[in-house]
Nanobody, 123 residues
Framework: VQLQASGGGLVQPGESLRLSCTVSGTTSDDYALAWFRQAPGKEREFVAGINWIGSTTDYADSVVGRFTISRDRTKNMVYLQMTGLRPEDTARYLC?????????????????WGQGTQVTVSS
């Protein structure tokens, strides 16, 4: 399974970005997906997750009300709509897939990782 994230960039505080992640190398869709982020010198942290059917989502407290995760099973893609971006959101954002249907917020629940896309929020 391969994951390829895109959509990052440099934005000003308060602006929005939409990240996309393409999942390939599998013919099934019964896997959970998630976005994590990692800033230099910091631990990788959970941002948002979605179960295999897209009926359940979970968010880190720091992004509730600002970020929205969604998936398109027909296209094998997952998205992260980010609004109200803050400087502390600056990080490399990675998409991940789990061999389970529900995933969760632990990085150890995810078995496949993409290279990520850089998001920088600065004035």
């Amino acid at each position: 399974v391969q994951l390829q994230a895109s959509g990052g960039g440099l934005v000003q505080p308060g602006e929005s970005l939409r990240l996309s992640c393409t999942v390939s190398g599998t013919t099934s869709d019964d896997y959970a997906l998630a976005w994590f982020r990692q800033a230099p010198g910091k631990e990788r942290e959970f941002v948002a997750g979605i179960n295999w059917i897209g009926s359940t989502t979970d968010y880190a407290d720091s992004v509730v009300g600002r970020f929205t995760i969604s998936r398109d099973r027909t296209k094998n893609m997952v998205y992260l709509q980010m609004t109200g971006l803050r400087p502390e959101d600056t990080a490399r954002y990675l998409c991940a897939a789990s061999r389970t249907t529900s995933g969760g917020s632990s990085r150890w629940s995810y078995h496949y990782w993409g290279q990520g896309t850089q998001v920088t929020v600065s004035s």
